[in-house]
């Protein structure tokens, strides 16, 4: 059994280095972020109860009348997309401490033995971390496809910042305290219409993901059809201006236009300079490991 406490995390430039790997090598990929709502949801009904499920249920459909049958049923399809993850994001320390949600994470990958020897490991926040020091644009530009599934209609700023040439959406409800155009039910009649449309037009087609807890499915679902998947939470609404959870500036979209190009020293000092702002207790980037790169830039 892999103890995932035991594990060392890849950092932000070591998981934009593994993706693009992936990606030029059209691997089959899915990361996934889990914080508390997925611990409720994954640990169903053997680690969490129903009420605390729930209340992820509110946040994300504004809707608990799900049975427990059709739950149960949920469960194991978000376990299935942990156990068949390549990267996954897993709280901090101080996380576990502010809600049992994120325990729970841990708990139910324990119990159900989901971490696998293969499997990579990296902070939750890590969409967060792309975005400290212009990463995306390493893992985006100049791409031919990339998939979005997620609340609001970033295909026009995808094509416009990192040049990618070709976008399909597949629009979703959004939180209830953020709703956007899409007001259709996103489970279950949304989900089943992703799961029957979804088209990953090529081995390694590329695909962003912000969803809430079904988005973890969906990046199965698109690891098993062939592409690749990232999970980017709310960056989604970041990039759309919506003031959801990524408030803080170096989220927005326009830093890729007021920052055009980065050094690595450059984007080191930043990537720390993000974690320090916030007092993340997670490791720093130590230049001294990258004085062969200092001269990329991108």
């Not at 993850?85 to 990958?109: C, M, N, S, W």
Request: hydrophobic share 40%.
């Amino acid at each position: 059994m892999v103890k995932v406490l035991d594990s060392e995390k890849l950092n932000g430039f070591e998981v934009a280095d593994f993706l693009i790997q992936r990606i030029e090598a059209k691997l089959p990929t899915s990361l996934i972020r889990l914080g508390d709502g997925e611990g409720e949801l994954m640990g169903f009904p053997t680690i969490s109860s129903r009420k605390e499920v729930n209340r992820s249920l509110r946040v994300w459909f504004d809707d608990v009348s799900m049975p427990d049958e059709e739950l149960e049923v949920l469960s194991h399809s978000i376990r299935e997309a942990v156990r068949n993850a390549d990267v996954l994001g897993i709280p901090r320390e101080k996380q576990k401490l502010r809600h049992k949600g994120y325990q729970q994470v841990f708990d139910t990958i324990e119990h159900y033995n989901l971490a696998k020897s293969n499997m990579a490991f990296t902070d939750a926040g890590i969409h967060r971390y792309l975005t400290f020091c212009q990463l995306y644009r390493k893992i985006l530009k100049d791409r031919e496809f990339v998939g979005l599934i997620g609340a609001r209609d970033i295909s026009g700023i995808i094509k416009e910042y990192f040049r990618v040439n070709e976008t399909k959406n597949y629009i979703v409800r959004a939180e209830r305290e953020f709703l956007g155009e899409e007001l259709g039910c996103h489970f279950p009649d949304r989900y089943k219409e992703i799961y029957e449309t979804l088209d990953v037009p090529y081995q390694g087609a590329l695909f962003l993901v912000g969803a809430g807890g079904l988005g973890k499915i969906y990046c199965h679902w698109i690891k098993q059809r062939g592409g690749i998947a990232i999970d980017v939470g709310a960056l989604f609404d970041a990039w759309s201006g919506v003031r959801s959870r990524l408030v803080h500036p170096c989220h927005h979209i326009e830093r890729y236009i007021e920052t055009p190009i980065i050094t690595m020293s450059d984007a080191i000092e930043k990537y720390n300079a993000c974690c320090d702002i916030w007092d993340l207790d997670t490791p720093r980037v130590d230049i001294g490991n990258y004085q062969h790169r200092l001269d990329e830039v991108w």
